[in-house]
C-alpha cells in the first residue's frame, strides 16, 4: 500500500470517527437522563403524579435531559453529519 | 403558581446544557460546516441571548435581597452582551473577532457574581456550595473562551469551552431548594425539601 493511499484511507477514517461523535452526542445525552430516572425515580413525577402541583408535572430534570438530547439528536445532528460528509467527499 | 427557585435552574440548566452540546459539534466538525446552514450559525448565540433576556424576569420576581438583584441583572447583561456579539460576528456586522472576549467576560462576571453574592459557607446546604461550585467552574473556565480567542482554530480549548457549558448544566441540574450536600445540612437552612 502506497503511503499517499494509507494517508488518505486514515482521513476518511478520522472523518467518519467525527461523524460517529457528532452522532453520539445526542443519544449519550439520553442515556444520561434516562440513568438518572433510573437513579432518582421519584424524580419522574408522571410515574406518581397524584397530588403534585404544576411545576413538579411540567419540569422534571431527568425528562428535561432526555429532551434535550432528543432535540439535538432529531435537529440539530442529522444536518451537521449531512454537511460533514458533503464537505469531506468535495475534499 | 410562581415556580420554585430549583425549577428556574433547571430550565436554564436545560438551556446551557442545548448550548453545550452544540458547541460541542462545532468543535468537532470545525466552523465552515457548523455554519453551513445559517439558522445553524445562530443557534447557540441566539440561546445564550435568549437565556440572557431570560434572566430579567428571573431578576425581578426571584429577588430576596439586593445582592441577589445585583448578581441575576449582571447575569442578564452579560450574557445578552456575549450572546449579541456572537450573533453580530455570524451575521457580519461585527468584524473584530476581539468582539469574542465579551465570552471571557461573561464567564468572569458571572462566577465572580455568584461568589459574591453566596453569603453562606461551602457545606451550609447544596445551594450554598453549588454557587461556590459554579462560580470558582466559571471564573477559572473563562481561561477556555480567553484562549478561543487567540487559538481559535484549537480543538481541545474549543471542547473545554463547550464541556464548561456542560459541566455547568450538570451543577445547576443538582440544584435543590433546601438540600444536604455531603450528609451536611445547617440547621439554619431551614426544613430539608424532598
Not at chain 2, 134 to 139: R, Y
Request: net charge positive; proline share 5%; glycine share 8%.
Amino acid at each position: 500500500m502506497s503511503t499517499q493511499l494509507a494517508t488518505e484511507r486514515a482521513a476518511v477514517r478520522r472523518r467518519s470517527a467525527r461523524a460517529h461523535t457528532v452522532y453520539a452526542l445526542g443519544p449519550a445525552t439520553m442515556l444520561g437522563g434516562v440513568l438518572w430516572a433510573f437513579l432518582q425515580p421519584y424524580r419522574v413525577t408522571l410515574l406518581h403524579p397524584r397530588g403534585q402541583g404544576f411545576w413538579w408535572l411540567a419540569i422534571e430534570p431527568p425528562l428535561l435531559v432526555i429532551l434535550a438530547g432528543i432535540v439535538f439528536a432529531f435537529l440539530v445532528a442529522p444536518g451537521v453529519i449531512e454537511d460533514l460528509e458533503a464537505a469531506e467527499a468535495e475534499g | 403558581m410562581q415556580p420554585a427557585a430549583e425549577f428556574v435552574h433547571w430550565m436554564f440548566a436545560t438551556g446551557v446544557l442545548l448550548v453545550g452540546l452544540c458547541l460541542l459539534a462545532q468543535a468537532i466538525v470545525g466552523d465552515d460546516v457548523w455554519r453551513r446552514r445559517a439558522w445553524r450559525a445562530y443557534l447557540w448565540p441566539g440561546l445564550a441571548f435568549a437565556m440572557g433576556v431570560l434572566m430579567w424576569p428571573v431578576m425581578v420576581f426571584f429577588t430576596n435581597s439586593t445582592v441577589h438583584m445585583l448578581a441575576h441583572g449582571s447575569w442578564a447583561q452579560v450574557l445578552m452582551l456575549a450572546g449579541a456579539a456572537e450573533l453580530g460576528l455570524v451575521r457580519g456586522k461585527l468584524h473584530s473577532p476581539y468582539w469574542r472576549l465579551t465570552m471571557p467576560l461573561m464567564f468572569f462576571v458571572s462566577g465572580s457574581a455568584f461568589l459574591i453574592h453566596e453569603q453562606n459557607s461551602w457545606f451550609f446546604a447544596r445551594a450554598a456550595f453549588l454557587h461556590h461550585l459554579i462560580g470558582w467552574t466559571l471564573v477559572f473556565g473563562s481561561i477556555f473562551p480567553l484562549l478561543v480567542v487567540f487559538r481559535p482554530r484549537s480543538a481541545v480549548w474549543r471542547t473545554g469551552f463547550a464541556l464548561v457549558f456542560v459541566v455547568l448544566s450538570v451543577m445547576l441540574y443538582s440544584d435543590r431548594d433546601t438540600a444536604p450536600i455531603f450528609g451536611h445540612l445547617s440547621p439554619e437552612a431551614g426544613a430539608q425539601h424532598r
